[in-house]
């Protein structure tokens, strides 16, 4: 569904009695009623909407965008938790990275849709990497809600960015580095989230595939470039 909100209001049938206004909440209808023919026949179909916008989140189930301003993708991940968001990326890894560390999908348009993930080999490993990494702890994050900072204290360098997800399995912490390698101090305040999670210790899940068992409220991460990781708490 391109571009859903159009600004300009329509003036087209005024002669049948409908107000400029009335153009876009028919179109909503529109939309519920597609949605409702494609489950009713695939129950695993879902709506594809492009420019994530709120009234037409109540039917969209995944939205696609072009994010140049990360914090429009980090307003847009924690406003509007009902639907699914997804970064449009073109081999950049950096950008895939972030957009696993705010919970979103990836739309992935290789050389502007002119090529696959074959023609970009190192990134469709990351991409792999990134995939099984969700896999593994999507308990703790895809079935989780996105809660930007909430219950978070960060200190160290600002290359390496920490956000909250908090879901009935307990907390959780996605670390990322989007600007190059450093080091950050994580500390958890657990009465920030709906479940305290397991006190008497955590896992830390890294993109290659490592894990470790970590102890208390707080985690020195370390990571190289691009390298993203999921600490359950």
Known sequence: FDQPFEIWPDYGRLNDGCRPEDTYGAVCSLVKEVGAILRGRDPNAFLVGEFCEAYMSQHIDLWMAWYTNIAEAKRA??????????????????????????GMQLCLCTHGNEATLADEPEFAEHVA???????RCARRTVYSRFNYFRGLDTKGDDTIEAYSF??????????AAVRGSGRARVSVDRGA????GQTDGGRLCRLDGSEETTMGDAYDFNLKEKEVAVWEL
């Open 129 to 135: 990497a990134l995939a099984r990494l969700r896999k």
């Open 166 to 175: 908090d879901g009935p399995a307990g907390p959780a912490v996605i670390a």
């Open 193 to 196: 989230f709906s479940h305290p």
């Open 77 to 102: 991940a924690y406003a509007l938790p009902q639907t699914m968001h997804s970064w449009v990326v073109d081999s950049d890894a950096a950008q895939a990275s972030h957009a696993f560390a705010l």
